[in-house]
């Protein structure tokens, strides 16, 4: 429990954060949605004359871009991308801090277990993305309120608003393992960013091509917001495919842990 609250306490500052800037994201994006409205025979019209393939890719769907629903499933597609950025530098930092500060023999010589260790510091950075989504979730339920004159659909926007979470445990997970695999990371933004852009580059051609084998390999593409839309449902087998992935490296994670040698500092 020290361990835990110890972690918690080390990360609080970044939790704030990152909260306060995706709580900043719906308050902007939402904003717009009463002027967009407004105007929005003359939005879609503009839009009709884009490909096909790019409206795919950036998450523009013309039959639901009027409504408050498919307004925020298209800004939530970047707004999922600060979320996954955030739980991939987490889940690197959370493991590979000791290695980067020397102080790994000084955590690890102490009278728990490394499974200890590993699971205080896994539960911590749940914790932390879990309160994340709390704040993120009151924001989008106020401001949607705020915006929309008429009924909002709570249960859909719920199911949207969790996925996000989702994707940032499975993000949590491959942070984890990158930082278990390579303790020496010196820059943990640097390959954070560059790891979450290259799985939303590959969700962007997935999405324009229309690839079902390409969607697998990106988490960003396991939840279709049009499709819980229409189906207040997710999509069974891209969720297991994230499970799968989140116990996967989990299962990877522990053997590497308990038997990586400690350098003194």
């Not at 091509?209 to 087998?237: H, M, W």
Request: glycine content about 6%; overall charge neutral; charged content about 15%.
């Amino acid at each position: 429990m020290n361990m835990f609250l110890h972690e918690l306490r080390v990360y609080r500052k970044s939790t704030l954060v990152w909260s306060i800037s995706l709580m900043f994201l719906v308050v902007l994006f939402l904003l717009l949605f009463p002027s967009f409205s407004r105007d929005a025979e003359e939005f879609m019209q503009v839009l009709e004359g884009f490909p096909e393939e790019l409206k795919r890719a950036v998450g523009l769907s013309i039959e639901t871009l009027a409504t408050l629903l498919g307004f925020f499933s298209y800004a939530f597609l970047y707004i999922k991308l600060g979320g996954a950025i955030q739980a991939m530098n987490l889940g690197i930092s959370i493991v590979s801090k000791e290695t980067r500060e020397k102080t790994a023999d000084f955590l690890l010589t102490k009278p728990v277990t490394r499974s200890q260790v590993f699971f205080s510091k896994l539960f911590a950075a749940l914790t932390s993305l879990f309160l994340t989504n709390i704040a993120f979730f009151i924001t989008v339920l106020a401001m949607s309120s705020w915006v929309n004159t008429e009924s909002n659909n709570e249960k859909t926007l719920f199911l949207i608003c969790s996925t996000l979470f989702f994707l940032q445990v499975i993000f949590l997970a491959l942070g984890i393992l990158t930082g278990i695999i390579f303790p020496g990371i010196k820059s943990v933004i640097a390959v954070s960013l560059g790891s979450v852009f290259a799985f939303f580059i590959l969700g962007m051609i997935s999405s324009s091509t229309e690839d079902k084998g390409l969607r697998y390999l990106t988490p960003f593409n396991y939840f279709d917001n049009q499709y819980i839309i229409k189906n207040l449902s997710y999509v069974a087998p891209f969720v297991w495919t994230g499970m799968f992935i989140v116990f996967g490296a989990i299962a990877a994670e522990m053997p590497i842990y308990q038997k990586r040698d400690v350098h003194a500092g």
